[in-house]
Structures are given as structure tokens and as C-alpha cells.
């Protein structure tokens, strides 16, 4: 399958945010969890019940609100969505637990929804209990900041940042029975990405009529080949959540798998998710460009996926990446260690345009054109086993000394 997007089928919306989707607002402001001045709460509305759906991090440790999420959502229902960043609310124990309980309580009391219509997401350092006092003086204030406006969701993707540089925002809209069907998404993470899934909290929002089973599978799918494609620094995190809520303000006939408008459906959900994977990667703690790795070729999709995690994961190919150094002994190292079926005599390998290896034989290059070409911000390393049919891309960023220094002091 790959993870090509066929962009025709939909309209990617500019400036398009969170709220933009019918329905939803949002917003957030500083409470008091982080030592800056930035927001560090923050909270997502729906108008109404939302067919929600939602996959978590495969991390053991498994943070207090992914509990209380997991029993909000058992009914395929969410209304809105409560986060706060500055502390992750993992490995608290049982008052970690109450605490979570407590903000889905004060969160449904202060926006006027359903207890058990209330997802929980935290994000930040683990080990530490939240300061309770500030949580509940946040909340009490956020109904006053949110809103349908850009602004309301600029507060709310800027309150869900940690050590991010920037904010993840996408949104695309496409047409279902002849309605303007609208999705978006908004996303944290830059440190302790790795699949799966992709360590990092996102939301996305949707006008559409959906049931629950058909988002959730969608979700999965599109995560597979998006947020799980993704990597940093080959840690899993404790707190990794993503939830997709949809209105159904579109007044669309319910899409299921046989709507004949499921293609285009699914390829802009699919979009948003690989707009926000990428974005994260480019954003990695310290990362100075964006490394792109698609693997063509392969005895299956599934094989693909586990070279292009593999070399885009690899602590050598990711420091020669930094380093702008045309060391495509790592990239094949990293193939070879793969442990998936590879002819050792028919690989080839290139750097954006520049062929380095062909048939598992050294070509001779320029070094300086090599040397510029990763330089530049953006690099795709292609890797053709020339084995079968199996395509896949995995996104990631090279490794700096800053990524060191961010999380040598990241608790101080």
C-alpha cells in the first residue's frame, strides 16, 4: 500500500485549524504546571456527542489518563477533551489515577458535558504528581478562552507543546454525497518519538457522519502508515495518545467502507495524519532537517515498514545525516540488520537524486554535490531491494549535539 496520499481527492484548507471542522471549539491558557510562561492546559468541545475513536502507546507504562480515557471512550463517544502538558501524570500510582479522574469531573462541570464524554491527556515529565490546585484553577478559566476563532485554536495547540519549537496544525476538507466534509488535526512531539505509536499526543476533528467502528478503523490504518512511521530517538513514550472526534455537522449520508465517497474520505484523514507525523519528525529535540526514508522493492508492505523504521532509526545513519556525510555504509548496515528477507546482491540506495550504491556495488559520486544536497533541510534517502512489490516511507530527523543537551537538563 505505501503511504503515497492521492492529493486530488481532497482540498488541503490553509490556515484551517482544529475548529474548523463544524461544531468544535477550543482553546487554552497557562496555569501554572510549566515554569515558563507558556499555556500549559487546554481543552477541545463539541457541540454534541462526537463518534469518537482513539489509539494509545504500546509503552507498558501506560500514564493515568490513558486509563480514564480508555473508559470514556468504551462507548465510542466523546464531547470534549481535556490536556494539560509540563507533567505526563505517569507512574503516580493511585493518586495519579484520582487526579486524572479529577480533571475528566472538573473538566465535564466547567464545559457542561457528560462525565463519561471526557477524554484525559497529560504530557511532560514522569514521576511527578500534578499540582491539583493549578489544574482546577486552569479549567475553571478555560471556558472563557475558548471559541470557534483561529486565535482560541492557536491557545489550544500552543497549551499542548513541551520541548516543541513549533505548533502541528493540518486540516483538509473534502466533498461526501456533494457536502463539504471538512478534518483536521493538531499534535505535540519532538522527543521520545518512536513507533509504535508515534509518542505523542494529537486530536484531530471532523464534521462527518461516521460510526464509531469505521473511525476507529481508519484511525488505525491511517496511524499505521503515518504516526507509526515516524521516529526521533527510539523511545517510546508513557503518555502517547491519539483521538479523533467527529461531529457529524456535515449532514453527509454515514460513511462506512462502501460509500463511494470512502476513497476520498480516508485519503484526507490520511493526510492530516501525515502532515502532523511529519511535522513532529522535522520538529525533533534539536533536529536540524527532516529525513525521509522510502523503501521500494520489498517481499511486502509489511517488510518495507520494518527496513525504512530500522534505517531511519539508526543512531549512525541519523549522525551522518547531521553531519551531511554520504555514508551509505550505514544506510545498508541498517537494511542489512533489518531482519527482513533481502537480496545482499540487488540492493540500490540514493541520496535525494544521487545514486551511491547499485546492486549492492559502489557508485562513484560527487562528493560535493552529495555534500550540498544534505545540507538542505529536507533529505530522501530511497532504498530499492529490487526483492518484490512492498513500498513504504518512514519519516525522522538527524541527531545533533542539541538533542543531547535538551534532554541532559530536560527536568531542570
Known sequence: MGTNVEQHTFTVVENGTIVTPGGFTAGGLHCGLKKTSRNDIGAIRCDVPATAAAVYTTNVFQAAPLKVTRESLSNGRLQAVIVNSGNANACTGQQGEEDAYAMRSAAARELGVAEEDVAVASTGVIGELLKMDAVHSGITGLPGHMGKESNEAEQFSQAILTTDLVKKEACVSVLVNGKTVTIAGAAKGSGMIHPNMATMLAFMTSDAVIGAEALQRLLRQATNHTFNMITVDGDTSTNDMLVAMSSGYAGNEELTMEHPDWDAFAAGFTYVCQVLAK???????????????????????????????????????????????????????????????????????????????????????DEELALAYLQTDTVRIVVDLHHGEGTATAWGCDLTYDYVRINAAYRT
Open 279 to 365: 511535522a513532529i519528525a522535522r520538529d525533533g529535540e534539536g533536529a536540524t532537517k527532516l529525513v525521509e526514508v522510502e523503501v521500494t522493492g520489498a517481499v511486502s508492505d509489511e517488510s518495507a515498514q520494518a527496513i525504512a523504521k530500522t534505517v531511519i532509526g539508526s543512531s549512525l545513519v541519523k549522525s551522518a545525516m547531521f553531519g551531511a556525510d554520504a555514508n551509505w555504509g550505514r544506510i545498508i548496515a541498517a537494511v542489512g540488520r533489518a531482519g527482513q528477507p533481502v537480496n545482499p546482491d540487488t540492493v540500490d540506495i540514493r541520496l535525494g537524486d544521487i545514486s551511491v550504491l547499485a546492486q549492492s556495488r559502489p557508485v562513484v559520486f
